[in-house]
């Protein structure tokens, strides 16, 4: 295989992006865009003028190896199946599915295809967040005892899943990437503000392995853009924060220390020393993470390189997505 031949599915929010970054990879030849908005196939021609649109499916009318699927959520399970079925690698954009039933049986179909199937949990290949879990390894904040991950905006509200489904599989995969486990406990509350039975905001708490803890913050109507991944250790934290171009990621010298009481006898009246030193933010590579995540892909495609984001991956953040929606219904 000289180039991957692939077809890109939605140019809707995420699209554009991904088009770019499949052309720019000389590992991939995208060939075609497949829209089934029509008021948006001027836009595709301009943006890329050489490459074909299509309305549906059954309008390619030649073979390709790769698709990279970037429609609603609740679309996912049943364009995979049938590009699974004509034996096309996949990259799912996030959520894999909706239900881990279905998440379940096209893992099966491409694995009995031996078919390539990844999940587009774009943060696991930001330089941050790989930063962050160097500086977690190293034992320089100490043991890890809690992660609070937030994505909160007003907007952009969706029709097809609630706020958790659109914006938590970014949390979620984060935090199981940053502890290396996945949580024993899901739990989740939610409101329902502006359509029954849609949340818009939640508040998801996990207990992980290793007495470690995991709170998800996510909200459509929140008047502050944020984007924050808050790490306590037991000698230090750290705070990323996408929403700022430099120095998103700072480490503090800040907790308890746990040994040294201040006053009293030990027990209920007694003080710890606060520890409040210096901080710093750390030197971090300079990467596009969805440019990564591409090149992950191909890496897979063509070398059999197993990226962290497979389809074992993608099913275990739909196990939690589904234990938390569970939990709130």
Known sequence: MSKIKTLLIGYGYWGPNLARNLTENSDFDLFGVLEVDQELHEKINNDYPDIKVFSNLNEVDSPYDAA?????????????????????HLLIEKPLA???????????????????????????YHPAIKKIKQIINSGEIGDLLTI???????????????????????????????????????NALGNDFIKKNMHDIIYVHMEFPNNITGFVHNSWLHPLKSRKVIVVGSKGMIVFDDTIMDNQVVVYEKG??????????????????????????????????????????????????????????????????????????
């Open 98 to 124: 909706t239900s881990v039933a279905d998440s379940e049986e096209i893992i099966e179909m491409a694995r009995n295809k031996n078919l390539k199937l990844m999940v587009g949990h774009t943060y696991l």
């Open 68 to 88: 990279v699927i970037a429609t609603p959520a609740t679309s996912h399970y049943e364009i995979a199946k049938q590009l699974i079925e004509q034996g096309v």
């Open 256 to 329: 308890v220390d746990w040994d040294k009481i201040t006053k009293g006898e030990k027990g209920k009246n007694s003080r710890f020393e606060i520890i409040d030193g210096n901080h710093y933010s750390p030197d971090i590579e300079k990467a596009e993470p969805l440019a990564e995540e591409i090149k992950a892909f191909s890496n897979w495609i063509l070398n059999d390189k197993v990226p962290i984001t497979d389809s074992v991956n993608g099913l275990e953040i739909v196990k939690i997505l589904e234990k938390a929606q569970e939990s709130i219904s």
């Open 148 to 186: 609070h991950s937030e994505r909160l905006n007003l907007g952009q509200i969706r029709q097809d899943i609630n706020v958790m489904w659109n914006l938590a599989p970014h949390d979620f995969s984060i935090l199981c990437y940053l502890t290396e486990n996945y949580p024993i406990t899901v």
